[in-house]
């Protein structure tokens, strides 16, 4: 009867464990770098920027048949350039 047993071996395999994956990359920004002159410049910048672009399209939208009217009349030049 011995001899029909298996032999035992253990329950749990024995692996070993990769401690790069479990590593946690947070990707949080440097309080120090938004310190600096040359991001309080870049912010107006960009703000100033935005103001400028908001102004534009207002103006665009308020005008629009103007704006239009000047797109078709450059077309029309342009088409006649072309097939002269």
Known sequence: MLRLKK???PRT???QHNNQ???????NQDSKKERGKGNRIKRLRD????LVIRQVL????????EYWELACD???????????
């Open 7 to 9: 032999a035992a071996r």
């Open 47 to 50: 703000v100033i920027e935005a």
């Open 21 to 27: 994956d479990t590593r946690v990359t947070v990707d």
């Open 74 to 84: 450059k077309a029309d030049k342009l088409i006649e350039v072309l097939t002269s």
């Open 13 to 15: 395999e024995l692996k």
């Open 58 to 65: 207002l103006d665009v939208w308020e005008n629009r048949l």
